[in-house]
């Protein structure tokens, strides 16, 4: 039992959170627990706080939504609707057609994350995390993907400094996020993607999976062409994929839509 509610089993163990099936009152629900070494740091509550609120915001496909929240042995726990998918990087490789199905559906979920609102205005969310274990894809529509785990997210309403608290998923992140001569906003999430897209195509890692060799990597080093690994990629593609994966920002997508559109075409 999770408090009052009957746990199916375990779903993902490790990271700042455990994650549970469980029954939340009658219906099948992916409950996110704190980890009790983690709940009496202030600074991860405050982070957890921010997800729960973002997460209520949340409306419609390719989000998570937030069922309900409470605290259970003193650790803060969230209760999010059950999604029927597996992570991609589960169910790698993917045709060419999926993998560009799977990536402007992903897009469309970070553009309704990029354009959240509250009563104040735009709250400039960056996921901050792209990576395939955070995308759940329907095995059945490969369009039915959910972007999940808001946990690393910066908005207005909460920011993230070099304080250590997360580093997100080794060999998914953009220059900027390294250098910092950029702000960390929806280009981004732009490059983050793109990674995925490239991966998906490939059927490899696009980074060294080593933590400083892929800091340089994507720091100092462009990505390669998508056709040196995939001789079926068309030009007008691989062009695509490489704005997305300009390593200045200023040269990439401006958001998500943009690229979903540029895909589009």
């Given at each position: 039992m999770l408090g009052p509610y009957p746990v199916v089993g375990p779903l993902v163990a490790g990271g700042?959170?455990?994650?549970?099936?469980?029954?939340?009152?009658?219906?099948?629900?992916?409950?996110?627990?704190?980890?009790?070494?983690?709940?009496?740091?202030?600074?991860?509550?405050?982070?957890?706080?921010?997800?729960?609120?973002?997460?209520?915001?949340?409306?419609?496909?390719?989000?998570?939504?937030?069922?309900?929240r409470d605290v259970i042995d003193a650790r803060p726990v969230l209760f999010l609707r059950w999604i029927d998918g597996a992570p991609l990087d589960v169910t790698l490789p993917r045709s060419q057609r999926d993998a560009l199905t799977i990536t402007c559906a992903t897009l469309d979920a970070l553009a309704t994350?990029?354009?959240?609102?509250?009563?104040?205005?735009?709250?400039?969310?960056?996921?901050?995390?792209?990576?395939?274990?955070?995308?759940?894809?329907?095995?059945?529509?490969?369009?039915?993907?959910?972007?999940?785990?808001?946990?690393?997210?910066s908005s207005r309403l909460f920011s993230r400094g070099a304080d250590g608290l997360s580093e997100g998923t080794l060999g998914y992140h953009a220059p900027e996020m390294f250098t910092g001569d950029a702000p960390i906003d929806a280009r981004t999430d732009v490059f983050c993607a793109a990674i995925v897209l490239w991966e998906l195509l490939a059927a490899r890692p696009l980074f060294s999976r080593s933590k400083f060799a892929a800091a340089r990597e994507i720091v100092e080093t462009d990505a390669p062409d998508i056709r040196e690994v995939r001789s079926d990629v068309s030009a007008q593609l691989a062009a695509v994929i490489a704005k997305a994966l300009s390593r200045r920002a200023a040269d990439r997508f401006r958001d998500a839509r943009s690229f979903a559109r540029a895909l589009g075409r």
């Open positions: 700042s959170s455990d994650v549970l099936a469980i029954d939340f009152n009658g219906q099948r629900a992916a409950a996110k627990w704190l980890l009790d070494e983690l709940s009496r740091d202030a600074r991860v509550r405050r982070a957890f706080e921010h997800e729960a609120t973002l997460l209520a915001l949340c409306h419609g496909p390719g989000l998570a939504a937030l069922l309900g994350l990029h354009e959240l609102r509250d009563e104040r205005g735009p709250l400039e969310v960056v996921h901050r995390d792209v990576n395939p274990s955070n995308l759940l894809v329907d095995a059945r529509a490969p369009s039915e993907v959910t972007l999940v785990d808001l946990g690393l997210a």
